[in-house]
């Protein structure tokens, strides 16, 4: 078989492995997930129980209370073209103009929050799980969650330096980012209840977001295809068992292929911003003014490109899967495209 021919077989096997995972994903409970970050580094270990703390709706959100119906049909979001602004352009009135696009994320969140027919796709207790993906600076009253394959080690660059270890987010080591027991980047976790409550209710939150397609893409890719650190594990461990198509549960891997809302909960948790992967260039600079950081931090350089939408790239993934089956995936993702208003892949499903 050739190697093309066996990655495509490899990306079927896996969007169907991700389908059976997912259906299944309330049993992954009890077990210690071992989870690697996005672009390398140190894997960092996560408790998953199904004890759920306490829902913590101190300052209950207004998306979660309000039943307004989601629009069927939506024009294309302007903010998930391309920015021509680079990530040093944030002068005070791009960023200004930048505010009424968080805005319209917010209120279609808030919207999306309120359809009871997606309830099943968007709404996640505020458990053990969600509160390990938080991490806390109390220093500057910041809350950020962490989801896979959206550049998380650059925030959590900007977190460490806003600790006070390091003066630049250069100066980090690339292994220190990773090492959760010597980064100083607690979990929100870690605190109280009364702590917890505390800080979901007062501090400022946020968490980036992107196509959900791209992001299964990108992970696919890491894991299966380029990644030094744990493509031998994935290779002859988990890609064997998804060609044979075995029902088996693979709970230390389970969280790159789980919802935007599975993890961070923002149907429950009103955060304050949403940033989206695609336009990282015009959020990273707006969530640090937003934030009050913007004179003491600098976001990481990004490369020219990398955050670009990239339909080609998606296409081509996407060749060796049946519509049947990326209707399927589709369906699953459903919540994360209504919340964060990514258009439906009409050319992959139609």
């Known amino acids: 078989m050739s190697h093309a021919m066996r990655h495509h077989w490899l990306l079927l096997g896996a969007c169907g492995w991700v389908l059976l995972i997912l259906m299944f994903a309330s049993k992954f409970i009890n077990l210690n997930f071992r989870v690697p970050d996005d672009y390398g580094g140190k894997s960092d270990l996560l408790g998953w129980t199904d004890s759920a703390l306490k829902h913590t709706r101190a300052h209950t959100p207004t998306h979660t209370r309000a039943h307004t119906h989601t629009p069927t049909a939506r024009e294309p979001e302007p903010e998930h073209r391309p920015p021509s602004a680079g990530p040093s352009a944030g002068g005070e009135r791009?960023?200004?103009?930048?505010?009424?696009?968080?805005?319209?994320?917010?209120?279609?969140?808030?919207?999306?929050?309120?359809?009871?027919?997606?309830?099943?796709?968007?709404?996640?207790?505020?458990?053990?799980?969600?509160?390990?993906?938080?991490?806390?600076?109390?220093?500057?009253?910041?809350?950020?969650?962490?989801?896979?394959?959206?550049?998380?080690?650059?925030?959590?660059?900007?977190?460490?330096?806003?600790?006070?270890?390091?003066?630049?987010?250069?100066?980090?080591?690339?292994?220190?980012?990773?090492?959760?027991?010597?980064?100083?980047?607690?979990?929100?976790?870690?605190?109280?209840?009364?702590?917890?409550?505390?800080?979901?209710?007062?501090?400022f939150k946020f968490f980036i977001v992107r196509d959900p397609f791209e992001r299964l893409?990108?992970?696919?890719?890491?894991?299966?295809?380029?990644?030094?650190?744990?493509?031998?594990?994935?290779?002859?461990?988990?890609?064997?068992?998804?060609?044979?198509?075995?029902?088996?549960?693979?709970?230390?891997?389970?969280?790159?292929?789980?919802?935007?809302?599975?993890?961070?909960?923002?149907?429950?948790?009103?955060?304050?911003?949403?940033?989206?992967?695609e336009t990282l260039e015009r959020d990273a600079p707006f969530i640090l003014q937003s934030a009050g950081i913007q004179r003491l931090v600098s976001y990481p350089t990004i490369p020219p490109g990398i955050t670009r939408y990239n339909r080609t790239k998606v296409l081509r993934y996407f060749s060796g899967i049946s519509k049947r089956d990326a209707r399927r995936l589709y369906a699953r993702y459903h919540g994360d495209f209504s919340l964060f208003g990514y258009p439906r892949p009409h050319f992959l499903l139609d």
Not at 108 to 113: M, P, Y
Not at 121 to 130: A, G, K, N, Q
Not at 229 to 247: C, M, N, Q, S, T
């Open 94 to 203: 791009e960023l200004q103009d930048w505010r009424p696009v968080a805005a319209r994320r917010l209120q279609l969140l808030s919207s999306v929050c309120g359809n009871a027919s997606l309830a099943n796709l968007t709404h996640t207790p505020v458990s053990r799980f969600v509160l390990d993906r938080i991490f806390v600076c109390d220093k500057h009253k910041i809350l950020f969650c962490q989801t896979p394959k959206v550049g998380n080690t650059q925030w959590k660059k900007v977190l460490i330096v806003l600790n006070g270890a390091f003066s630049t987010v250069e100066e980090i080591p690339e292994n220190l980012v990773h090492d959760h027991e010597k980064n100083g980047l607690p979990r929100l976790s870690s605190m109280s209840e009364e702590g917890i409550q505390h800080r979901l209710s007062s501090y």
């Open 217 to 277: 893409i990108s992970a696919f890719k890491d894991k299966f295809v380029s990644n030094p650190r744990f493509e031998p594990w994935y290779k002859h461990h988990i890609g064997p068992a998804i060609v044979r198509k075995l029902d088996r549960q693979f709970g230390d891997h389970v969280i790159h292929w789980l919802s935007f809302a599975e993890l961070c909960a923002p149907c429950e948790i009103r955060y304050s911003v949403v940033g989206h992967h």
